[in-house]
């Protein structure tokens, strides 16, 4: 069975890149702005007319708008902090795997404690020691998910430390990073885009958790979560201020997750060969 190539995973792919699509393009083809405000227009349900697709919200503000613009931060944040945990994951597993020995031992102790941590409440106080802004979500979201990257790669290390390449490399007197840059690296490309379509989720639920307690993206910007938390007080009179951009969140992750699904069914499909 082609694993790429099936019905499910097309249809995820198609519909995750259709909403990404939107998200970008609606707000520039409707006639309203994000923060624009009309008090004659408050908690109008969805409709045709004057074009509130999504109806507006508890400020006379354009709900499809905001939908998109919360899909865009969604995303940005969820790719940028998968980033960052890719980063940080790959360099320390690389190097705790390819040293190997006691450093290992000692890096992995210490990913160990880390994992001891209830790390939400370490984000939730980061938050708000050092107050909120956009940079230090990204920074925050991957200091959660790096943990699980380090440890994938550090195992898949282990095991390419033992490939006649890479012992040749050693012989010849590579350089310990030139080892991992050039041999190591190229070869965990497979495991780490895994890995990254199933992180990106996660990251997605953590930001809309934050923004869901008020800790993550502020007004004047928004996101999915920070608009459900909105939904969540208005929802007995306008039930789509909460259901729209609820769906969305959802299917969002859907998509993610049946396409991080397909994509490891295919790794393991060819480590199997």
């Known amino acids: 069975m082609n694993v790429a190539g099936s019905k499910t995973v097309r249809v995820s792919a198609w519909l995750l890149g259709g909403i990404v699509l939107l998200a970008f393009v609606g707000p520039w083809l409707s ?27 508890d400020l006379g503000r354009d709900l499809f708008v905001r939908t998109m613009h919360g899909v865009q931060i969604t995303v940005l944040v969820a790719v940028v902090a998968s980033i960052v945990s890719l980063v940080i994951g790959v360099l320390y597993g690389a190097v705790a795997g390819l040293a190997g020995g006691r450093i290992d031992a000692v890096m992995m ?17 980061l ?18 998910n790096w943990l699980d990257m380090a440890r994938i790669v550090r195992g898949q290390t282990l095991s390419l430390r033992e490939r006649e390449f890479v012992q040749a490399a050693q012989l010849t007197g590579v350089s310990f990073g030139k080892i991992i840059t050039r041999h190591i690296a190229p070869n965990l490309l497979g495991i780490v885009i895994v890995y990254v ?32 938390d909105g939904g969540v007080n208005q929802m007995e009179g306008a039930a789509w ?13 859907l998509c993610f997750n049946f396409l991080g699904d397909a994509f490891r069914d295919l790794f393991d499909a060819r480590q199997s060969r």
């Open 31 to 57: 006639p309203h702005d994000y923060l624009q405000t009309d008090f004659e227009q408050i908690l109008q349900p969805p409709a045709l007319a004057n074009a509130h697709v999504f109806g507006t919200d």
């Open 109 to 125: 102790r210490f990913v160990d404690t880390l994992y001891a941590l209830p790390f939400i409440f370490f984000v939730i106080l």
């Open 127 to 144: 938050m708000v020691v050092f107050e909120r802004n956009f940079l230090l979500i990204f920074v925050a979201i991957g200091a959660v």
């Open 241 to 253: 201020m909460l259901l729209i951009p609820a769906a969305m969140l959802a299917l969002i992750l």
């Open 197 to 228: 379509t199933l992180t990106i989720p996660q990251a997605i639920l953590v930001e809309s958790f934050l923004s869901f307690l008020g800790l993550g993206i502020q007004e004047p910007q928004t996101s999915l979560g920070a608009l459900v």
